[in-house]
């Protein structure tokens, strides 16, 4: 099950359809959960909220699965958050990477968590659970999500206060020198536990069913009329809350037909 550090390390070439980066650096949030950034090639094109394939060569072969940029389009360096899987095939072994390894950045990016697939809209709700927050840190850092929406609320819920990663980052942003004025004032961000005590220990879908989440902004209920919806967690987050959405007239939208909202798993259950 294990590829030694030394496999990793001493990748050189990129398979075909890959890049091949170094990891700068790595951050261990808790024993369930950690961060990269590697080096990012200058060919790599993508879009705030999208995916792509990352992974690493495990026995001569790529091991890649579907992640989510944590870092801005306009960023030199990409950064990733991941999952530990105990028996997943690339987490068991990808949570042991460290500075100068090797690892696979596919080609292409892609995803439905774009602006594009959104009409444009007064508030965009940013719905994740877990390391669904991943797509939703590039899009909140950067600059042309603030053109197209007013106000951008992200509503990130987790089991436990050490699983809020980012926290400082997202509420050091209104004072961030390059993003700053971007975003104050218009960045709004509710985290919220739900196995230990927090300001906040309720799920995504009280707070909207309660209307909880529109009321502590002095914002009108929630309606398809004004606000847009970003989804990415759980496959029962996702389809609870879109279910809510679509109680209140809220139309899934796609590349060519958007709409009001829009969602991506932000795993697979198998
Ligand atoms: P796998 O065999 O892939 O998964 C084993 C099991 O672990 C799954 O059945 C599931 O129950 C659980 N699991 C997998 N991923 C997660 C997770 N993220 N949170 C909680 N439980 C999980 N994962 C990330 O960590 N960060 C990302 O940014 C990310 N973006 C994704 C974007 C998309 C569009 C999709 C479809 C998945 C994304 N994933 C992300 C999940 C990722 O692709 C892998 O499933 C994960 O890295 C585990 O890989 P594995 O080979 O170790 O285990």
């Known amino acids: 099950m294990s590829t030694s550090a030394s496999e990793i390390a001493a990748t050189v070439t990129a398979p075909p359809g890959f890049f091949l980066e170094r990891v700068l650096t790595v951050h261990h949030w808790t024993d369930r959960l950690f961060s990269f950034t590697c080096t990012r090639d200058a060919h790599f094109r993508f879009g705030a909220g999208q995916f792509a394939m990352i992974g690493l060569v495990v026995d001569g072969k790529p091991l890649v699965r579907a992640y989510s940029m944590v870092s801005p389009p306009w960023e030199e360096q990409l950064e990733f958050l991941s999952i530990k899987v105990q028996h997943g095939p690339l987490t068991s072994r ?24 959104l009409i444009p809209g007064g ?8 390391t669904g927050l991943a797509p939703f840190m590039s899009l909140i850092r950067d600059p042309e999500t603030y053109d197209r929406f007013e106000r951008v609320v992200l509503v990130h819920t987790v089991r436990e206060v050490a699983e809020l990663a980012y926290r400082e980052t997202i509420e050091g942003l209104p004072g961030h020198e390059l993003l700053g004025e971007v975003v104050a004032g218009k960045l ?17 879908t009280t707070l909207i069913q309660s209307g909880r989440l529109t009321d502590r902004f002095g914002l009108p209920p929630l309606s398809p009329e004004r606000d847009r919806a970003m989804l990415c967690g759980s496959e029962s987050m996702n389809s609870d809350v879109r279910s809510l959405l679509e109680q209140r007239g809220f139309v899934e939208g796609s590349n060519s037909n958007p709409g009001s909202y829009v969602v991506e798993k932000a795993f697979v259950t198998k």
């Open 94 to 117: 990808l949570q042991h990477i460290r500075p100068g390894d090797g690892v696979l950045i596919g080609r292409k990016a892609t995803g439905t968590l774009v602006p594009d697939n």
């Open 123 to 130: 508030v965009l709700w940013l719905f994740a659970t877990g």
């Open 188 to 204: 709004t961000y509710w985290p919220s536990v739900t196995r230990e005590p927090f300001a906040t220990t309720d799920r995504i």
